[in-house]
């Protein structure tokens, strides 16, 4: 079992920037994906980024450019940090993870889940 905790949530203006991070109670060396996604009110969870085993990462597009994850050397902690924020950026966002190999854009495909940060962007 694995918790996942996630910080760095915040209230900033439109431009702005913010660093999420994901602490896991153990490491995740041997973690078949972990990912960063999304939700705003009344729409579903949507898949905002992840990341494989070997550090292959997908980004999903409205992100790109803008939005870059990263892991610490002990593998405990997984950071996403967010630039150029738009108030569409707004909503709770979860780290997840998942121990099968290849990562699923899916958000029910992935077993474990922290209780998210809230990310509030304003015009």
């Known amino acids: 079992q694995v918790q996942l905790v996630e910080s760095g949530g915040g209230s900033v203006q439109a431009g702005g920037s913010l660093r999420l991070a994901c602490a896991a109670s153990?490491?995740?060396?041997?973690?078949?994906?972990l990912a960063w996604f999304r939700q705003a009110p009344g729409k579903e969870r949507e898949v905002v980024a992840t990341?494989?085993?070997?550090?292959?990462?997908y980004y999903e597009e409205s992100v790109k450019g803008r939005f870059t994850m990263s892991q610490d050397n002990a593998k405990t902690t997984l950071y996403m940090q967010m630039s150029s924020l738009k108030p569409e950026d707004t909503a709770l966002y979860y780290c997840?993870?998942?121990?099968?190999?290849?990562?699923?854009?899916?958000?029910?495909?992935?077993?474990?889940w922290g209780r998210g940060t809230q990310v509030t962007v304003s015009s």
């Open positions: 153990r490491n995740t060396f041997n973690w078949g994906c």
């Open positions: 990341i494989d085993r070997d550090g292959f990462t």
């Open positions: 997840a993870a998942d121990v099968r190999r290849g990562c699923s854009l899916d958000y029910k495909h992935y077993n474990y």
